[in-house]
């Protein structure tokens, strides 16, 4: 067998290193913390029944109001001589159960009525909303009073109108969310499929708001625990000889100055189980969440975290220019896995030049741009090495004050999505002068003035009257005109675009071409144009560099890549694009998938789908090889002249 054809021997299937459900929680310190306490003392009221504990209501009025450590009684007895720890035992253990209780039957009525009127909307959602709003208009705990009035003074009945009160809580917040999702492409499929608005209720959406709910119960039974024990407290609810904690609490208020113990350690039982289901609560939320999942344990901060050592930081190049980016390395730390999105990429760009950045979904392009400016979410991102220089100043070294008066003022951003990069509650307008005033100190009319001028700079027609535009009020080109003019509010060294055209027609993609063309030669701005479309390159970009799982594999001009790619997987790009008057050319798919960045193949990463890999290929560190200033390939076999892939 020969050396191309030989394949790499198969590897075992990566066991998933994202942290699961268990790790999640235990990563939460206090989530953990709320656990331990709360199954401790679920344990205790669960196993009362078999504890050699006193009969919690048995009176012996000679032992009343005995002292905590007496012998016999551990935590004391009360004005009736009953032992306080058995009370307090089963009295949690009771309300537990009641608090346990009215949060499910909140939830299933509340989720069942928020579920309704959002999905049918029209007068069934007005009359269970109003229904809502009649019952909100009281004070809940006045409500629940008023229930327990007109059902009479009891455990259970505190229970009803303790459910019932919360009702409305789950129906609004579950009625908002299934309002959006009724609305979404996924339900227009499922009726198109046949399915009935009962199956798509409760196949379809239900599932996607079950998070929620558990979310709400989880962080509501405290909350329900509570409510009991303050109409228990008031004589409401638990009735003697019954002990729960708010009746425990309720009775011991009357002898708080002589036998304070009597009080202190039911309140202190009702503190320690409401705090630990709170802080379960809130870790279960975190849990649930598919961002916690990824990697990110807390909240993005608003710069990538920059973990480089000092003396590895590398000089910036002699070829100048004003963006110099010398072997950055760009990594994500999810669960006990690196994966490095971007591996030691060079790039330079020069005063009114267009480099273009190739490759497919998941090579590094984005990563790569967000990473010159720290956009790149920490966690789970981070700068591991490398530097960006921006007219000789270190990016990765700036201050987080000097990186936000760069954003937007010498580098500016184009993303692929106009419709949300712009805020959906702000005028265009509104937003152009901000993006205008931010960085430059001017009036609100000087503002607007220029925002005008930037839009018509833009090709966008009655520029005066699209400032009171919403976003939504406009096409997708229109939209992605008005990114642009924001880019270029205030006149930046060096516009980056990602994917800019991607999701526009190709008559619009032609005139965003031309209109970026234009704008960097007479404002001579430089532009780093991510994509992953050789036809774009072609038309825009001066020079091209490719990337593949997270390098770049080669990199020229864009004449001498298109006519001459030295890299198979350059050339399998290239193939795949098709070219006007040739129908008969045939267009090759790239076979396989790129690795996956966490568990990189030593050598080159794009041996195991190219056609040309030879046993060499896949040992060792293979460098980017610069056959002139402009032009190099990461490759031992590079493809000789009109070669093909």
Request: some cysteine; proline content about 6%; glycine content about 10%.
């Amino acid at each position: 067998m020969s050396d191309t054809t030989m394949s790499a021997p198969s590897k075992e299937k990566a066991k998933s290193s994202r942290p699961g459900t268990l790790a999640l929680l235990l990563n939460n310190s206090l989530a953990t913390s709320g656990l331990i306490v709360l199954v401790l003392i679920c344990l205790i009221a669960l196993a009362a029944p078999i504890l050699p504990l006193a009969n919690p209501d048995v009176t012996a009025p000679a032992d009343r109001l005995l002292p905590v450590l007496t012998e016999g009684h551990l935590l004391g007895t009360d004005h009736l001589g009953r032992d306080i720890l058995s009370r307090l035992i089963w009295g949690t253990r009771i309300s537990l159960a009641v608090g346990l209780s009215a949060t499910i039957i909140a939830a299933f009525f509340g989720s069942l009525l928020g579920l309704v009127a959002g999905y049918a909307g029209g007068r069934t959602d007005t009359l269970i909303m109003r229904g809502i709003d009649m019952v909100m208009a009281f004070p809940y705990i006045l409500l629940a009073l008023a229930i327990v009035a007109v059902l009479g003074p009891g455990l259970l009945n505190a229970l009803y109108a303790i459910a019932l009160v919360n009702i409305p809580f789950f129906a609004r917040n579950i009625r908002g969310i299934t309002l959006g999702l009724s609305r979404r492409e996924f339900v227009d499929a499922a009726r198109l499929s046949g399915k009935s608005p009962v199956q798509i209720l409760f196949l379809e959406i239900l599932p996607n708001v079950l998070p929620v709910i558990v979310i709400t119960m989880s962080t509501t039974v405290g909350w329900m625990i509570l409510e009991t024990a303050g109409l228990s407290f008031l004589g409401l609810g638990a009735q003697p000889p019954q002990a729960d904690l708010g009746s425990m609490l309720g009775e011991g208020r009357k002898i708080l100055f002589t036998a304070p113990h009597v009080s202190i350690i039911p309140g202190l039982m009702i503190f320690a189980l409401v705090m630990s289901i709170n802080l379960f609560g809130d870790g279960v939320r975190d849990i649930l969440d598919p961002r916690l999942r990824a990697g990110s344990l807390t909240r993005p901060v608003s710069r990538t975290a920059v973990h480089r050592e000092p003396d590895e930081i590398p000089a910036p190049s002699e070829k100048g220019g004003v963006l110099d980016v010398r072997q950055m390395r760009t990594e994500f730390q999810i669960g006990s896995s690196v994966y490095k999105a971007v591996g030691g990429v060079d790039l330079n760009l020069k005063e009114g030049e267009c480099l273009g950045v190739v490759g497919e979904s998941g090579s590094g392009k984005s990563v790569t741009a967000m990473s010159i400016m720290g956009l790149v979410p920490t966690p789970p991102g981070r700068i591991a090495g490398g530097a960006a220089y921006l007219d000789g100043e270190d990016l990765f070294a700036a201050s987080d004050r000097r990186i936000r008066d760069l954003r937007g003022g010498s580098v500016a951003y184009v993303f692929q999505d106009p419709l949300s990069t712009l805020h959906p509650l702000f005028t265009v307008g509104d937003q152009l002068t901000e993006a205008i005033t931010i960085h430059q100190p001017m009036s609100g009319s000087k503002a607007r003035e220029k925002a005008v001028e930037l839009l018509s700079l833009v090709r966008i027609p009655n520029a005066k009257e699209r400032l009171s535009a919403y976003p939504h009020e406009l096409s997708g080109g229109m939209r992605q005109r008005v990114c642009i003019a924001m880019a270029l509010a205030n006149d930046a060294k060096v516009l980056i675009a990602d994917e800019p055209t991607t999701a526009l027609d190709v008559t619009v993609q032609s005139q965003i071409l031309t209109l970026m063309n234009g704008l960097r030669r007479e404002r001579n701005a430089a532009i780093l144009f991510i994509t992953h479309d050789f036809g774009v390159v072609s038309a825009l970009c001066d020079r091209v560099a490719v990337m593949y799982a997270g390098r770049i594999v080669e990199t020229g001009t864009t004449e001498e890549v298109l006519a001459n790619p030295r890299h198979p997987y350059t050339a399998k790009l290239i193939e795949c694009v098709p070219v006007l008057g040739e129908p008969d050319r045939r267009l090759d798919a790239i076979e396989g998938r790129p690795p996956v960045v966490n568990n990189l193949p030593d050598g080159c990463a794009f041996a195991e789908r190219c056609p040309h890999a030879q046993a060499s290929c896949r040992t060792g560190e293979i460098n980017l090889e610069m056959s002139s200033e402009t032009r190099g390939v990461r490759c031992l076999f590079p493809l000789n002249s009109g070669a093909t892939a």
